[in-house]
């Protein structure tokens, strides 16, 4: 009998060590997620230096106010107030947003390359004495190594997401630990009643979805890589709930902000409908946001414990 109890004991052990062992696991391969993920030749520019041909870009024309973000990691590389006409094919600023891109001067007299001084991302090459404006410079950048969002997004300027995927404590929860993430605040959105309350909202008659308002630093986090990490947290195939939480309330949903939040939600959703997935993730543009009670905000760090009704699955 002694024995009997001593190896079911050894054997609750070696359990307990897998399921930590995985979870660390998971933990990490989250973090794998820290770039963008990049197509066959926006590869052949960003890793492999390579140049796209001139006037086939999407940026070279565009006049539009906001900020272009490395396409790789999604750091805010150039504000439209530095992009200037060049004709030379590509787009083209004098200007940089302060400590975002680095020159590599080639020994050979080849024209200084750029990158991206977060992620190394090839961007384009740097000219001097141009005379084209006062600065004097003329940043030359492929714009497939590129992605423009329509916000003014410099330094110390930060992005919204706002994001459905069941009970938002368990949301939150998740993307609050993502680095490059400042804030995760607990809500309801995409309903048709103003200043709704947890009760109302409960009733699934409001129309509103448990949701999470993140801001985050373009600087270290794209937009990319928390809809991602959102996909993967929650089961975006299950309609109208997650998990034992049933109801229109805990539908899974991108309430985009932009066009290009819009693109980019689809393109995750096209690629994970690709790999077999049946996505349920609705996608809407962003409403009103309405603040959940104090008590849900932060809801299992105060507590500390693990959320219930998610957990990290890799997906992409
Ligand atoms: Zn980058």
């Not at 492999?48 to 001139?54: C, M, N, P, S, V």
């Not at 750029?114 to 940043?139: M, P």
């Not at 030359?140 to 110390?156: A, Q």
Request: proline share 3%; charged share 25%; hydrophobic share 30%.
């Amino acid at each position: 009998m002694k024995s009997m109890r001593l190896m079911m004991k050894a054997l609750y052990t070696i359990t307990f060590i897998i399921i930590l062992a995985t979870m660390t696991n998971k933990i990490s391969g989250q973090e794998d997620n820290r770039y963008n993920l990049l197509n066959e030749f926006e590869t052949y520019v960003i890793e492999k230096k390579g140049t796209e041909r001139a006037w086939t870009g999407n940026y070279t024309n565009l006049k539009d106010d906001g900020t272009y973000l490395c396409k790789k990691c999604g750091q805010a590389l150039f504000s439209s107030d530095d992009k200037f006409d060049s004709h030379y094919g590509w787009p083209s600023f004098d200007d940089e947003i302060p400590g975002s891109v680095k020159s590599v001067p080639d020994a050979d007299g080849l024209p200084t390359e750029i990158v991206s001084s977060n992620c190394g991302a090839h961007l384009g090459h740097v000219f001097e004495g141009e005379r084209f404006t006062a600065r004097n410079l003329r940043y030359c950048v492929n714009s497939v190594s590129i992605d423009f969002v329509p916000e003014d997004l410099g330094k110390g300027r930060y992005g919204t997401a706002i994001l459905a995927g069941g009970c938002f404590w368990g949301v939150e929860y998740y993307l609050q630990k993502m680095k490059g993430v400042k804030s995760v605040v607990s809500g309801y959105t995409g309903g048709h009643v103003k200043n709704p309350s947890y009760k109302e909202v409960c009733t699934g008659r409001t129309g509103h979805a448990e949701a999470v308002k993140v801001v985050y630093d373009p600087q270290k986090v794209s937009y990319e890589a928390i809809v991602r990490t959102f996909l993967e947290i929650h089961d975006p195939t299950q309609v109208n709930r997650q998990g034992p939480d049933i109801g229109d309330q805990y539908r899974s949903g991108i309430f985009f902000m932009n066009d290009y939040q819009r693109d980019m939600a689809q393109k995750l959703i096209n690629i994970l409908k690709g790999k077999g997935y049946d996505i349920a993730t609705e996608l809407t543009k962003a409403g009103e946001f309405y603040e959940a009670e104090k008590y849900h905000q932060d809801y299992y760090f105060e507590k500390g414990t693990l959320p219930y009704c998610h957990s990290y699955v890799k997906r992409f």
